[in-house]
């Protein structure tokens, strides 16, 4: 888990971190169909520009970032090959053993490692800055109008909420329960098919046990304090919109417009 | 063959900002053939310290000799399976780890993956529910179906099938009732008395530690702060008083008993020795 | 007037019942202990008086109120239950957002809810911990907030079911000293379920559950007497009890005394006399 920065929230305190996660929510998917408009280099370029200011008003730091492509790289370099082969439109730059490489091959591929970089850096910049519970509640309030045609927004934003906090002790329980089994001579690493399917069961079966004596402790506390789906219940987080997060609203909206513009004019 | 700790550390999470020193430069040897208490606070690194025995958790600097393996930091261990057969660990709250449909096939899994046969492991199985006193008719019962206290037997049955010379518990007697507690304890005194078992036993209780255990090991802040026979531990309450746990009733008793005067002889066997003291001393004054 | 009046409660999970014909009554106010050995159905009870099981026969009656599906909902309220396990009843992601949690379901309007969380967090000693997450907590922390969650609902009745089993001593102390204080401020009836045998001598009044059935209450020090049908029933005595039938054995009669103290104390009179 540790290299894994991916979507992982980074507790700092900045403006962005204080911003309401409904604006920072609406505001990223602004940006993120904005990209998908083809409004060429000038159009990255500018998104490029935005995106680095928020993520340097929230304190991220751009390695940080680098780093949560990592998992990509092996993508984008099959991408870069597989368009090096394909592709043989444009300027030919180079020959390796009568190989020819097209400078389109170069750009597409360029194209698309931009627009991949750029919708990493946007998810981040909400991610890293939105507590998970925070985004539960702006999940739950833009999912409202859509009750009335039966989506249970509430009930989704409970039961993400308490995934998101039996999380950490899954984990520590997964890592008891293999040492536990190594305890008694399981080894995950290697053996026969027969054994290692035994060793996968002993620890699946006891984490399952565990999960559900979990759900039902978890069912009871929650019934005892008087918890009833479906019921009228009051918020404590309440989010509240500030004119900062209607700047963000309004520059994302722009920002979308902006890049329609330029793939028309292009 | 002996088990030493010669400047053994073990850090979690090193290079993170949650970078946490469980151990640091624990010197230690444990006596074999005896039953030893392993006490200390919640978070102090006792369960870090007892998984290093099976070479679960490898130190980050420092030597370790178990038995006849040494595990050293920086080189790869060998052998670490055999190790792990040697040295039984049962983990806390075990009877998480069962899984197989029946009580038998449950137990015989630790020697199946140790290499015997399919009738040796049965055959294993089968004594180990003996020293855990299961009758016969729990050899086809699932474990799930058991009582807590029960499946907390099969659990430490599956350790012992793999017949180590090293029993190692970690709080085997949490979220047990008195009773289920006693038999508990019991089971571990004949194991190390009768079959001679080295038994190493992390608790937090006193009058368990009073009652069977030869020696302490008392851990605080990631390092052995006494080492001592139980005797000498509760000669009398300050040395516990000053590590702030509650000595057993018997000692604060006497403890109490002597501030006010009484004149009761320090090294105390049991209920029925303070009784004698204090009728002595009540009668004849 | 009593909080809690059980009459002739049965309850089956399958078949076979595991709780069978019993009867009591708390009354108000007072702190009352439940012990027994695991499978001897006292947890089973609690969870039958919170309203989380439904009973086979018998009647279950709160504050003059019968127990059944009409007055569940409002009988609900007046009960407060704290579990076993200090992880599966934490259920906000911090310490503030699950004292919450309760107020929220019991449509405490949101401006209200501030100054209460930061009441009930004090009275538990929690109130420096009120934006830490759960795994930054000791096991007694949980639990304290687990009370101060229950608490800010304003029950009559509180129970605890088995809610220090899980602790460290430090955790152990830290539950039984916040139970004494509720105690000890006379609003609120308490009914623990546990096997502590320090918090029984604190009690008022003990019920004694063998397989399902009452075999023993009363008062604690009365209880402790009776040895043999504890020894029956596997129950612990407290060491005191213990030492003064040794005691006896040996010709000094002495009383029997739930604390070290009082007994140090007429060991002294006992031996000044001489």
Same mark, same amino acid.
């Given at each position: 888990?540790?290299?894994? &920065? ?93 190989? !020819? ?21 946007? &998810? ?50 997964? !890592? ?91 | /063959? ?39 606070q919640t ?45 039984? $660990? ?27 046969? %399919?009738?040796?492991?049965? %055959?294993?199985?089968?004594?180990? /529910? ?31 099938? /793999? ?10 007697t949490a979220g047990l009732d008195p009773q289920g507690t006693i ?6 005194? %004949? $194991? ?11 608790t937090h209780d006193m009058e368990q530690v009073f009652n ?6 008392? /851990? ?17 309450s300050?040395?516990c008083n000053?590590?702030a746990i509650l000595p057993p009733a018997l000692i604060r008793m006497k403890d109490a008993l002597?501030e006010k ?10 209920i029925?020795?303070l ?5 002595? %001393?009540?009668?004849?004054? | 007037m009593n909080a809690i009046e059980v ?15 019993v009867?009591f009554s708390v009354p108000k106010g007072t702190y009352c202990t439940v012990v027994g050995h695991n499978?001897s159905g006292k947890s089973t009870i609690a969870k039958?008086i919170a ?11 709160i ?15 007046k009960i407060g239950i704290v579990f076993q396990n200090p992880?599966?009843q ?30 009930f967090?004090k009275r538990v000693g929690m ?11 000791s096991g007694g922390q949980k639990q304290r907030v687990a009370i101060a969650g229950v608490l800010?609902?304003h029950p009559d009745i509180l129970i605890f079911d088995e809610a220090t089993s899980m602790l460290d001593p430090q955790g152990k102390d830290e539950i039984k000293k916040v139970i004494m204080n509720l105690h000890k401020e006379k609003e609120l009836t308490i009914l623990s379920i546990t096997h502590d045998i320090d918090e029984v001598s604190k009690s008022d009044y003990v019920i004694a559950l063998n397989?399902?059935?009452i075999v023993l209450q009363g008062k604690p020090e009365e209880l402790f007497q009776n040895e043999e049908k504890l020894k029956e029933i596997q129950l612990d005595v407290p060491f005191t009890f213990k030492l003064t039938k040794e005691l006896k ?5 002495i009383n029997n005394h739930l604390t070290i103290e009082g007994m140090v104390n007429e060991l002294c009179q ?5």
């Amino acid at each position: 888990m540790g290299n894994f &920065t991916l979507g992982r929230y980074i507790p700092l305190d900045s403006p962005i971190h204080r911003m309401d996660p409904r604006a920072k929510i609406m505001a990223m998917l602004f940006v993120l169909i904005a990209i998908f408009f083809p409004a060429g280099w000038i159009g990255y370029g500018i998104i490029f520009v935005a995106v680095s200011i928020v993520i340097l008003l929230g304190k991220l730091s751009f390695t940080y970032i680098l780093k949560s492509m990592k998992p990509m790289m092996f993508m984008m370099f099959f991408l870069l090959i597989m368009n090096c082969l394909v592709l043989k439109t444009g300027e030919p730059l180079f020959t390796i053993y009568s190989f !020819t490489v097209y400078s389109d091959a170069v750009f597409q591929t360029l194209y698309i490692v931009v627009r991949l970089l750029l919708m990493i850096m946007i &998810t981040t910049c909400l991610t890293a800055t939105t507590k998970p519970l925070d985004m539960t509640l702006g999940i739950e309030d833009l999912l409202k109008p859509f009750t009335k045609i039966g989506v249970p927004a509430h009930e989704i934003a409970m039961l993400i909420s308490i995934a998101l906090r039996f999380i950490p002790d899954l984990i520590d329980e997964t !890592t008891r329960i293999i040492k536990a089994q190594e305890s008694r001579g399981v080894d995950l690493k290697e053996g026969k098919m027969k054994e290692r399917i035994m060793a996968i069961l002993s620890l699946i079966v006891p984490l399952f046990v565990s999960a559900f004596q979990r759900a039902e402790d978890l069912a009871n506390a929650m019934e005892a304090r008087g918890y009833a789906p479906g019921e009228e219940r009051t918020r404590y987080k309440v989010l509240k919109m500030e004119m900062r997060d209607w700047i963000l609203l309004f520059c994302a909206f722009l920002l979308l417009v902006g890049m329609i513009v330029l793939s028309r004019f292009k | /063959m002996s088990i030493t700790f010669e400047k053994v550390s073990h850090i979690y999470s090193d290079g993170t900002p949650y970078r946490f020193v469980a151990l640091s430069d624990v010197d230690l040897d444990i006596i074999e053939g005896q039953m030893t208490a392993i006490v200390g606070q919640t978070g102090s690194g006792k369960s870090t310290l007892v998984q290093h025995l099976n070479g679960l958790l490898l130190p980050a600097s420092g030597k370790i000799n178990v038995l006849d393996h040494v595990i050293e930091a920086g080189s790869h261990p060998k052998g670490l399976k055999s190790l792990r057969g040697k040295v039984g $660990l049962v983990f806390q709250f075990p009877e998480y780890q069962l899984f197989e449909e029946t009580v038998l096939k449950d137990i015989a899994f630790g020697p199946k993956n140790f290499g015997f046969t %399919e009738k040796e492991a049965i %055959e294993k199985a089968r004594h180990a /529910m003996k020293l855990v006193s299961l009758g016969k008719e729990f050899e086809e019962k699932s474990p799930l179906e058991l009582s807590g206290g029960q499946k907390r037997r099969v659990a430490i049955a599956g350790i012992l099938a /793999m017949d180590p010379q090293v029993l190692v518990l970690d709080e085997p007697t949490a979220g047990l009732d008195p009773q289920g507690t006693i038999q508990m304890m019991e089971l571990f005194r %004949e $194991l190390n008395q009768k079959h001679h078992k080295t038994v190493l036993i992390v608790t937090h209780d006193m009058e368990q530690v009073f009652n069977y255990c030869d020696r302490v090991i008392v /851990m605080a802040k990631g390092s052995v702060h006494t080492h001592t026979t139980c005797e000498e531990f509760f000669r009398d309450s300050s040395l516990c008083n000053s590590l702030a746990i509650l000595p057993p009733a018997l000692i604060r008793m006497k403890d109490a008993l002597k501030e006010k005067g009484f004149t009761i002889k320090d090294e105390m066997e049991d209920i029925h020795e303070l009784s004698k003291e204090i009728a002595r %001393e009540v009668k004849h004054g | 007037m009593n909080a809690i009046e059980v009459k002739d409660l049965c309850f089956a999970y399958d078949k076979e019942d595991v709780v069978k014909k019993v009867s009591f009554s708390v009354p108000k106010g007072t702190y009352c202990t439940v012990v027994g050995h695991n499978g001897s159905g006292k947890s089973t009870i609690a969870k039958l008086i919170a309203g989380l099981l439904e009973k086979r026969s018998g009647s279950i009656i709160i504050d003059g109120i019968e127990l059944n599906d009409q007055t569940i909902c409002k009988l609900r309220n007046k009960i407060g239950i704290v579990f076993q396990n200090p992880d599966n009843q934490f259920i906000g992601s911090t310490v503030r957002d699950d004292i919450a949690f309760g107020l929220e379901n019991h449509n405490v309007p949101q401006p209200e809810m501030d100054p209460i969380i930061e009441e009930f967090s004090k009275r538990v000693g929690m109130s420096e911990f009120l934006n830490n997450e759960p795994t930054r907590l000791s096991g007694g922390q949980k639990q304290r907030v687990a009370i101060a969650g229950v608490l800010a609902m304003h029950p009559d009745i509180l129970i605890f079911d088995e809610a220090t089993s899980m602790l460290d001593p430090q955790g152990k102390d830290e539950i039984k000293k916040v139970i004494m204080n509720l105690h000890k401020e006379k609003e609120l009836t308490i009914l623990s379920i546990t096997h502590d045998i320090d918090e029984v001598s604190k009690s008022d009044y003990v019920i004694a559950l063998n397989q399902g059935q009452i075999v023993l209450q009363g008062k604690p020090e009365e209880l402790f007497q009776n040895e043999e049908k504890l020894k029956e029933i596997q129950l612990d005595v407290p060491f005191t009890f213990k030492l003064t039938k040794e005691l006896k054995k040996l010709g000094v009669s002495i009383n029997n005394h739930l604390t070290i103290e009082g007994m140090v104390n007429e060991l002294c009179q006992l031996r000044s006399k001489k």
